[in-house]
């Protein structure tokens, strides 16, 4: 178990400094898809299986095939090599403020307190018991994710119209 | 419960593995040729002019943001399916309210035109 | 627990099951000729082999030696990438698809290796027992889309790009109507479990009490599986051959398997969810699996030869202004009907 979660951590990692650096955005895409993958496998790890499948169909199957249409489709050409090169002034303060961020969290890891590990309830990251948390103790975020997503369609529908007319 | 995800991990990398087998045998089997015509984007006989990736119309990421909505919506409701009747009339109206909202979103983006394809 | 012994069984499991649903899909391939030439009043394949039995054959081999053709001006590796995609996703939803009851029995002994075969669904008909089966399938369905986006845009020509674009465009529609199609199962059975929901069939086919979800179901699946009447990428007067139009050789194959794949994976999960999986009488459990599903893959190929294809505006109302809001309907309605009766 430690090893698949090593593995995937590890894949998870590249895979997440792959996006960053690639110049190719279509490239980089993917490498996002398969930081999804490895993302759902380690929830998998964590027995929240619901929460593997939804991030699968969610990320890796919706939200990035809007992304990847936006790309490939924008005409975005692909970089002639070496054509754009990046200021050393860019790769100063990119490396400093990723710095800073590695300092910040390494500091906040040695502060925190581990107490030992809960035992884990019967049927925890079950569909039921994420379904039963989620329609009784957290009715009211719910309710307000419909009108999120009402919202989301009617700027979706502004946003075409501003382009089309 | 881990280990009924096993099977799906082996079934996984023996599918890769048949797909790049597949691939790599009839880049190994086939012969090759090029020439300059046959090298071009295939357009009915005709020389193509410009490149193929163009701007399309927008109609295209409209409905693929709709898709994003409305699949979010159908996550939210497997779970509910699934405890459906130990939530019982509670859960029917909690549901209710639910669908009713977005179906407000459905005719909202259907009056405004956004589903028409001209 | 033995897992060496344990991956070993499941390896010769899961890789009769692939040869058998690869040889299917082949069969089904020659099916649909034969019956479209039926339907034509023509034979279809009777030269190889008696009945044109051999010609699933015939045909593997002359895909494997035809030339593989990149062509220059196409992303290479994404063009490569995209048929793969395309029988992967293919491929991987059968793993959740109960094809028979228990397949051995529970413990068995090899070379005095005492194995118990309970552990991870070895004893049974189906090669994972997850408890998100449904979730699964839809989850690795949905990565389909990927196929035809990446082909369609790394071959780098226009009908493949705009071919590519229709079809998403057209999948993602109807993934919806096929997502809320099924709930009305779910509220009956309980169970995201395709295993589970098989065994509720027992006194009754669900197909009783979701008519309507069953209805929008196969609706959406023939969209899904872009087969006709919704089989807009095959317009060959508009688009050639949609995304397909730069592939050759064994890459069109895959791509080929891959919507014949998708079309069985469809029947067999109608007839889990809704036509009571491999519960049936007398015969044995995995002989009613495999009339059930052959007799909708009969279907989708009487369709194919008795309709002729919508347009794309018309594909797109069907799918957002009939599929969807008839789908929420029949959630609520499922739901009054199953508080009140």
Known sequence: MQVLFLILAAVALISGVLVVIQVNPVRSALYLILNFFTVAGIYLLAHAEFIAAIQVIVYAGAIMVLFLFVIMLLNLRQPEEGGEKQHLAQKISGAALAGVTALLVIYTCTRINLGPAKEMVPGFGSTEAVARSLFTDYLLPFEVTSVLLLVALIGAVILARARLD | ?118 | MNLPVLVGLMVVKITLVLVVFLTTIAYVVLMERKVLGFIQLRYGPNRVGPWGLLQPLADMIKLLFKEEFTPPHANKTLFVLAPMIVAITAFMPFAAIPFADRILPDSLTIYGYQVDLTVAALNRGVIADVNIGLLYIFAISSLAVYGAVIGGWASNNKYSLLGGLRLCAQMVSYEVALGLSVIGVLMVAGSLSLVTIVEAQKSMWFIVYQPLGFLLYLCAAFAECARTPFDLIECENELVAGYQTEYSSMKWGLLMLGEYGHMIIASALAVTLFLGGWQGPFLPPIVWFLIKTFALIFLFIWVRGTYPRFRFDQLMYFGWKVLIPLALFNILLTGVVMMYL
Do not use: N, Q
């Open chain 2, 1 to 118: 419960m881990l280990i009924s995800y096993l099977p799906i991990l082996v079934y996984l990398i023996i599918s890769i593995g048949l797909a790049v087998l597949i691939v790599a045998l009839s880049e190994a089997l086939g012969k090759k040729t090029h020439t300059a015509v046959k090298d071009l984007p295939y357009e009915c006989g005709m020389v193509p002019i410009s490149d193929a990736r163009h701007r399309y119309a927008v109609k295209f990421y409209v409905i693929t943001m709709f898709f994003l909505v409305f699949d979010i919506e159908a996550i939210f409701l497997y779970p509910w399916g699934v405890i459906f009747k130990p939530l019982g009339l509670f859960g029917l109206i909690e549901m209710g309210v639910f669908i009713l909202i977005l179906m407000v979103g459905l005719a909202y983006v259907w009056g405004k035109g956004a589903l028409e394809w001209e």
